[in-house]
């Protein structure tokens, strides 16, 4: 399952499951934009989740994984946090920063993104994303 996050006709978040090259490429040759603020990575990461053909096209600002501390696959793949960083991406992981919460603030008119943990200087993180 693939699921798309909008509000007022834009694309905040997309939620892509275990999907991996053929599903991708089906939804590029549909021609549905996959532009998004937040790319939840498909399969926790793993090479099987074409990087090189989700990532560009979502051109996302933030990367979500979701993989375990020292999983036996070594999710995240190497080519899914070098496609995150050829876009620039800030790259969330729930191995490193624990769980996070996508919710939207009304007082920002923004998108917040919470983590539970974090091993980054500030403890526990907190973005806001302006809709553009």
Not at 31 to 50: D, E
Not at 77 to 82: A, K, W
Not at 84 to 108: E, K, N, S, Y
Request: charged share 25%.
């Amino acid at each position: 399952m693939v699921l798309r996050l909008e509000w007022n006709d834009r694309v905040l978040a997309l939620l892509t499951g275990d999907i991996e090259q053929k599903a991708i490429s089906d939804i590029l040759r549909s021609g549905v934009s996959m532009k998004s603020q937040v790319l939840v990575m498909p399969h926790h990461g793993s090479k099987g989740s074409s990087p090189e053909m989700i990532v560009p096209a979502v051109g996302p600002e933030i990367g979500l994984i979701s993989c375990r501390r020292d999983n036996r696959y070594g999710f995240p793949h190497p080519s899914v946090l070098g496609a995150l960083r050829d876009v620039g991406a800030l790259i969330l992981r729930t191995d490193i920063d624990g769980a996070a919460w996508l919710c939207w603030d009304d007082d920002m008119g923004a998108l917040r993104i919470e983590t539970a943990v974090s091993n980054r200087k500030n403890g526990r993180m907190q973005l806001f994303l302006p809709v553009y």
